[in-house]
Nanobody, 121 residues
Framework: QVQLVESGGGLVQAGGSLRLSCAAS????????MGWYRQAPGKQRDLVAT???????NYVDSVKGRFTISRDNAKNTVYLEMNSLKPEDTAVYYC???????????????WGKGTLVTVSS
C-alpha cells in the first residue's frame, strides 16, 4: 500500500537549481531513513544523499556543498535541493525510504518511480 512519488525534475542549464520532492503515502507507522539515488545512462544506480529520522545526513562526495537533503516528518516527505548543477548530474533520480508499515514488525525499503533531471551545458 505504500507509495513514494517524486516530483521536481526537469531540464535546467548548468549552474542552475532544482528542488526535488518525494512524498510517501499509505499505511505508514513510521519512516526511518530516506534518501535519493540516481542512475545515468550506462551506469549503475548510486546513492546521492540520505537522511535519518534524527536528520543526520550523508552525501556522495561529488555533490557535497551543492546539494542539501531535508525532510518534513509531518508530511512524510524528503527533499533534495540541488544547486550549481553540472551536466554530470544528469540522471533519473529515485527516492528511497525505509518504512515501518502498520500491521508488520519489520522495516521495508520502498522506491519511487524516478524523476528525470537533465542538465545542459
Amino acid at each position: 500500500q505504500v507509495q513514494l512519488v517524486e516530483s521536481g525534475g526537469g531540464l535546467v542549464q548548468a549552474g542552475g537549481s532544482l528542488r526535488l520532492s518525494c512524498a510517501a503515502s499509505g499505511s505508514i507507522l513510521s519512516i526511518n531513513s530516506m534518501g535519493w539515488y540516481r542512475q545515468a545512462p550506462g551506469k549503475q544506480r548510486d546513492l546521492v544523499a540520505t537522511i535519518t529520522s534524527a536528520r543526520r545526513t550523508n552525501y556522495v562526495d561529488s555533490v557535497k556543498g551543492r546539494f542539501t537533503i531535508s525532510r518534513d516528518n509531518a508530511k512524510n516527505t524528503v527533499y533534495l535541493e540541488m544547486n550549481s548543477l553540472k551536466p554530470e548530474d544528469t540522471a533519473v533520480y529515485y527516492c528511497n525510504a525505509e518504512i515501518l508499515v502498520t500491521g508488520v514488525y519489520y522495516n521495508s525499503n520502498y522506491w519511487g518511480k524516478g524523476t528525470l533531471v537533465t542538465v545542459s551545458s
